[in-house]
């Protein structure tokens, strides 16, 4: 559906919700498809969504919610009450359902999940023990376990008895008395074999699967690679405990290429969007700034030290930003690629010692194509040739720390175990601008006889 | 298959080649999944894989090809002799032989498809005419058609006499006598229906269909939307001619995250990788530089237009990169929020006007706290309150300036039908680095009198 039909659709929502008329308003909701729905309501004023939501029955509300943005579907949901939201959180998938109980304030999340119907409330605990982000976190337990020697067609029976919807997976599980996972059979070699064909002949025993406290980015590569519609989770054990769908690792691959490109911008919150509020926004994005002011404080202190060769030749400080803003351009285009690299599993540890010659090489290369074409423009400009020969080798160095810097902090950082893309972009340019800085002033400095004839 | 293993593989593979035996090192990869057999051929140096790939059987080396990215892919096949090539294209997937031959120089390509099977060759053909990143340069042209009149018997029959791999999708879609699109069928609907049951009466009419020009971004973001596992792509006629699978799209989705990243960082190759050789990552990044020189030396000539302010107060210089550098980075932060808000369909050109409104509130509350802290460390340093009060009054000027910038920018690109995130971190800086510097250093030189007291 385009922005066009939303647009539409919202303004006689609301047109209906001014009117009073909250039936109508739902009846226009109720037309569209669940993932239209969802984007519809979320693009609704908040006092409108609190209207809507209990007036949806229980199964229309746990579809809604399955289809929003995790934080926003757990406020919407917190404006339930308890009754009501245990019976929207009863209608959902478990692993839905674990989502929004844990983005709940803790004794709403447990008033509601002792209102909840026995059977999904047990399923749902166990989920809540999991992090967001390990494979317990994204799975479904919501899964068919067969057994080896069931037949074709009492799979299929079995099949047919069973509520199939949308979430089912394509694959079927095997598992031994004790629960542990043994096989994978898939659908179409199901429709293929004979009815009395047992289970175990045509069960593929080479069935992969992932711990429980697997981290999601891992599973995700490991799905993609893999081509995989689906995955088994298991516990310590052996025993299946889950399944991970593909259109859940979409999203984790998404979360997490926002999350690199925000990090590497300084927005350290993967989840603001244009739409975050004003207070929000500023809350998270104001402490990076200050972060960054405390290394461009330290950046100024170099300047600093050359006061008074600035004092004697003013035109430095037309030309110190150009040396320390070409190294930071070269080094952020180092630190993308190695994040990136580092992200899509291009590039380990072990490959340090060619990838970081590799960037200072460029680095050298970068450094004596900028360097000659900022030190012929400068002597250009201002026609003081010593000034050229200065910005030159400032330039070529500069450009070398960029290297070094824009693979040694990410990698480093990895070496730690923390993301490569954090506080990356900040260490880069504060390395930059303080040998940028450093250099030119300092070899200018040096020069300065030559300079002030 | 983690790192470890792939490297003892390696050196097995690599030991036998040395050793000259190349029956050895097809044995050791022959073993591997196809995709960690792709992995460790990749990681091959290129000699060793020249001396390999005519030596798998043609099934194989298609296989292998299908793995590999499609710029490693089409490398690897042009080391082919063209008989070899076109055996090897036959046993490809139709949509992935198009994309080796269309990445071929034009001689070597028109050479292969003249040897390929006639009937492959058909398939392939028509694909090629398909830009590589709209719906036609992503489908595959294999797929199951059905008429409405078939039975669930008679489909499951056609079904098991088809060699079914793991590249067919889960659905199946019914054509009319003209082949256009009428509907589609699970292969879950399938199972669950009786034998005799028609087609017609358990199909989905409703089926969500993508032209063939459609472009690529948009499909995956319809996919990913509506969690499709394929859609299916029609011509003008409404005729069908080919599905889009999941694992097409969830390539699409990282690629086109990898180029806002990279377009972000000033890398415009969204192919680029840490293993790119030196000569191809110079070409490709030094362009960059040179555009990001030209911005430079205009915010250097802001400031050269008051070298006769800095020559007298020369800590005006250690300020100014300051408030250039804190514009930026706030002016980073929008962009990337904006970037990634249109790149995942949160946001649209007619959101504009609360969108600049928001992010220049932000600025202005951004201005005001870094420009309080500033002007507070800065008099503590040095000891001058107005200096505190120039550069409190230009950090305010020049993060409104970012949110207008970090918004306007961005947008205005996305309405040129342009990628947003295109130059746009260049032209970004550019506003913040002049108004930065000439907001500081214009409102120095008006309160000159009390800097040099």
């Known amino acids: 559906m385009n922005q066009l039909v939303i647009d539409t659709t919202l303004e006689r929502v609301r047109a209906a919700l001014e009117a009073g008329k909250v039936e109508d308003a739902l009846a226009v909701l109720a037309n569209l498809h669940p993932a239209d729905r969802a984007e519809a309501f979320s693009d609704l004023p908040r006092d409108d969504q609190e209207e809507l939501l209990p007036r949806l029955d229980p199964e229309d509300a746990a579809e809604l919610l399955e289809e929003l943005e995790d934080e926003e579907a757990a406020e919407a949901a917190a404006s339930l009450p308890t009754a009501a939201l245990a019976d929207v959180l009863d209608e959902m998938e478990p692993d839905a359902a674990a989502d929004i109980l844990g983005d709940l304030p803790p004794a709403q999340a447990s008033a509601a999940l002792a209102e909840m119907d026995a059977e999904q409330a047990e399923e749902v605990r166990p989920l809540l023990a999991h992090a967001d982000d390990t494979a317990g976190g994204l799975m479904t337990p919501d899964f068919f376990a067969l057994r080896r020697q069931m037949t074709v067609r009492q799979t299929i029976d079995f099949l047919r008895g069973q509520e199939v919807d949308h979430e089912t997976p394509y694959y079927l599980y095997v598992v031994d008395r004790n629960d542990r996972l043994i096989g994978v059979v898939g659908l179409r070699d199901l429709i293929r ?143 993308a690629i190695m994040v990136r690299g580092i992200a899509l599993g291009e590039i380990e540890l072990g490959d340090a010692g060619p990838v970081i010659f590799k960037e200072v090489s460029i680095g050298l290369m970068h450094g004596v194509a900028v360097g000659l074409a900022v030190a012929l423009g400068a002597w250009l400009w201002k026609g003081i040739p010593i000034l050229g020969l200065i910005i030159g080798l400032s330039l070529v160095g500069n450009m070398v720390a960029a290297g070094l810097a824009g693979t040694l902090v990410p990698l480093t950082l990895k070496a730690l175990k923390l993301d490569p893309a ?16 450093g250099l030119f002033l300092g070899l200018a400095t040096y020069f300065l006889p030559y300079l002030t004839v």
Chains 1, 2 share one sequence.
Not at 216 to 234: C, D, H, I, N, T
Not at 422 to 437: E, W
């Open 422 to 437: 954090l506080a990356s972009a900040v260490l880069v340019t504060t390395v930059t601008d303080c040998v940028g800085f």
């Open 193 to 335: 074999a004979a009815p009395e064909t047992l289970i175990e002949t045509i069960m593929n025993r080479e069935v992969r699967s992932v711990p429980v406290g697997a981290d999601q980015e891992e599973v995700a590569r490991l799905m993609k690679k893999y081509g995989w519609l689906a995955v088994p989770v298991v516990d310590a054990d052996g025993k299946l405990v889950g399944v991970i769908r593909y259109d859940d690792i979409v999203h984790v691959l998404e979360e997490e290429a926002t999350e690199d490109l925000y990090r590497l911008s300084n927005v350290s919150d993967g989840d603001l969007t244009p739409w975050s509020p004003v207070r929000v926004s500023v809350s998270r994005r104001l402490p990076w700034l200050y972060v960054n002011l405390v290394t461009a404080f330290l950046a100024a202190a170099v300047v600093s030290l050359f006061e008074a060769t600035i004092a004697q030749v003013a035109i430095l400080a037309v030309f110190q930003g150009i040396v320390a803003g070409q190294g930071g351009n070269a080094g952020t285009q180092t630190l």
